[in-house]
């Protein structure tokens, strides 16, 4: 399984990014994906995560009712829009993923991960 994600880039505060991560190697609906980010020297933190054969979509408080995740499943390509962006939102963004219906914010949860694409917000 392979995870390759794309979108990143610079954008100024209040703006909005999105992006994808399409998984090769993926079969069948029970599998998870989640979305981290990272600064450097701060640890990878969850920023949101879905299942595809439930669904659920979880949020970091950080930002619940700016971001939007969404997983079309025979694509195998899960999607973050990021809407109202804020310069703390800067950071790496990695998508990873693991078999399993239950997903979780929790990095040590998942074991394959992308290489992850750049996001940066200006003031």
């Known amino acids: 399984v392979q995870l390759v994600e794309s979108g990143g880039g610079l954008v100024q505060a209040g703006g909005t990014v999105n992006l994808s991560c399409v998984a090769s190697g993926v079969t069948g609906d029970r599998w998870v994906v989640g979305w981290f980010r990272q600064v450097p020297g701060k640890e990878r933190e969850g920023v949101s995560c879905i299942s595809a054969d439930f669904g659920r979509p979880e949020y970091a408080d950080s930002v619940k009712g700016r971001f939007l995740v969404s997983m079309d499943n025979p694509k195998k390509t899960v999607y973050l829009q990021m809407n109202k962006l804020i310069p703390e939102d800067t950071g790496v963004y990695y998508c990873?993923?693991?078999?399993?219906?239950?997903?979780?914010?929790?990095?040590?949860?998942?074991?394959?991960w992308g290489r992850g694409t750049q996001v940066t917000v200006s003031a």
């Open positions: 990873a993923t693991r078999i399993g219906s239950i997903a979780t914010l929790s990095r040590r949860d998942y074991d394959i």
